[in-house]
Each structure stands twice: as C-alpha cells, then as structure tokens.
C-alpha cells in the first residue's frame, strides 16, 4: 500500500500546502439485500471550512473483519458508486437546444486496494481542469463525495460494522484541490487538468468523524398495507417503512406480485406466503407467521435488524432439494 500511496505523492510534490481543514463524515447508513447477499451501504461526506474545487485524492476506512471478512476488495466485497450527484460523479455538460451534451468526465483512475487485512483504500485523480469542474464543495456545507457498498459475511448482519476513517500517518494528507487551467468552459471544448503548470495544493488539515456509519434503530414509519386476492395491497406496494400483512394466499411467482420488502410481516391465519425458487422477502424487523410460511428451495427469507425475530404462531415449512 505504501508504493500507492507514493505514486500519488509523486503526481502531486510539486503542490503546495494551504491552511484548510477538511472533514469526512458518513450518512444514510443502511442494510440492502439482492436476494441473496446483504450489503452495508452508506454515503461519504466531505465537508471544508473554505469553498474549494476538489482534484485528486485518496481515503482510508477501517472495518470490522468479523462482518465483513478481511481483504474485502480482494474478495469482491466493496464497490464504490458515484451517482450523478457526488462530487466524484461529476461531468462537464453543455446544453444544445435543450439537449444535454457530455464532454467529459471530471474524475477518473478509480482504483480500490487492500492496504492490509481490514483496511481499504480509495484513490481517484483529477482528469478535467478546474475550470471544467467549477466550485463542487460550498464552504461549510456537506456534500456527498461517493458511496460505499460493503458485502456483509453470510448471516452476520448482527455484527457492528465498526467502519471509521483512517487518519494517521501515512494514512492522511491525501487529498488536493484541484489544478488548473482555471478557465471556465469555452464552446465545446473540455481541457484536462494541467498539475505542472497550474497545480493545486495540498490539504493537510484532515479530521474524520466516523460517528455516521453506524446503523440507526429501525422504526417502521410508513403504515400498513394488507394483501388480498382481490384487491391486493390495499395501502400500496409495500417497502421498507411499512408492515405488510398476508391476508389471503400469496406467492412470490405470481404474476403482478413477486419479491416482498418491508419493515415487518405478519401473516394472518388461514393464508399462506409462499416464497418460491429465486424470489425472496427482505424484511427489516420482526416475521410473525399465524397462518402458513412456505420457503421454497432456493427462495430466500431475510431479516436485516440486529434483533429482529420470528414468531411461529402457524406453521413453518422450508423445502430443500438434495442429490
């Protein structure tokens, strides 16, 4: 990890430094589910005390092996996705009669490394000049820089996460402002980044705040919505605020129907669920079964909360194929 680590201080010797300090903080922490692995999802936040342009950079997070397991990218386990609406994100856009045109990206050489059994790095580089970027990071005012989404080890979502930055030596001092050309956009031409003649400067004043990462207490917030053959949900589509209740029969391959998320789910006495081969419900909290749960092999039942807990007031079935 060192030699990364000097690659991009090699880029970047001749930046100076300036009087600025950054912080980098976590929000809208999450559990996901794609049907069959669960994931910790949660956005990075940079905030200045200065309004700048942001260039190159790099960043360091500590985890949690016993969630996550450890040389997380060597395992395939951690994504970095930058939406439209991170800074990292970002592109240079022109209108042409109401069309959006793309000219180019603002950041690229995106590069994930294991620095060593639980600690990961992100590093990107500047590829649009400042003038093509603009201001991106308002003083005083958190935007989101990227988001981060983590695999959880099989059945251990009830594991702190315990993700926090890593500011310490050599860890720190990885991030600049962004070079030059300073020029704003002039027709349709995109100019890269020019580090040598026009460089930016070096941010060495670096505080983490890794309280955001954790997990808040689940409270299910968007109401009931119960299920019936002839007039469906009658609340909507359940999601993950709501309780579901199975009122009458349900499976997962019916046609209309299919995969359940909500934040609980009772089943009511006389119906059955049925959660056939490659369908799933991921539910947040609490399963309480007063009729009949029916897993088929390969359908799969999740339940995301720490203390979440099933109730078998009916009856439980889970089918498995086996050679």
């Not at 994931?39 to 500590?62: A, H, N, R």
């Not at 590829?127 to 308002?138: V, Y």
């Not at 007039?231 to 309780?243: F, R, S, V």
Request: overall charge negative; hydrophobic content about 40%; some cysteine.
């Amino acid at each position: 990890m060192k030699q990364i680590i000097l690659i991009l201080c090699a880029i970047c010797t001749f930046l100076t430094t300036q009087a600025q300090n950054i912080e980098l903080s976590f929000a809208n922490p999450t559990v996901t589910n794609d049907g069959m692995n669960d994931f910790y999802e949660v956005d990075i936040i940079i905030t200045s005390d200065v309004t700048y342009t942001q260039g190159s950079g790099q960043f360091f997070l500590d985890y949690d092996a016993a969630a996550f397991g450890t040389l997380i990218n060597g395992a395939g386990g951690i994504t970095y996705e930058r939406p439209d609406t991170s800074i990292l994100g970002g592109q240079t856009t022109v209108d042409v009669g109401g069309t959006i045109i793309p000219l180019g990206v603002h950041y690229n050489s995106f590069f994930v490394n294991d620095a060593t059994t639980s600690k990961v790095s992100f590093i990107w580089q500047q590829n649009g000049s400042g003038g093509m970027i603009g201001t991106n990071i308002p003083a005083n005012t958190p935007v989101v820089l990227v988001h981060v989404k983590m695999q959880f080890l099989d059945g251990v979502t009830t594991v702190a996460t315990d993700l926090c930055f890593d500011a310490t030596n050599p860890f720190d001092d990885q991030f600049f402002t962004a070079c030059g050309p300073f020029d704003p956009l002039v027709g349709f031409t995109f100019v890269n980044a020019d580090c040598i003649n026009e460089a930016g400067t070096q941010i060495t004043d670096y505080t983490p705040d890794c309280s955001g990462s954790t997990l808040p207490v689940l409270v299910c917030t968007g109401g009931t919505t119960t299920y019936t053959i002839a007039g469906g949900w009658d609340n909507g589509t359940p999601d993950a605020t709501m309780t579901a209740v199975i009122a009458e029969d349900y499976s997962t391959a019916t046609m209309g129907l299919g995969d359940i998320n909500a934040c609980e789910l009772t089943i009511d006495a006389m119906a059955t669920l049925t959660v056939t081969d490659g369908n799933f419900i991921n539910i947040q909290n609490d399963i309480t079964v007063n009729g009949t749960l029916t897993v088929d092999h390969q359908g799969s039942v999740v339940q995301v909360e720490e203390g979440a807990v099933t109730t078998n007031n009916g009856a439980i079935t889970v089918t498995k194929t086996t050679p």
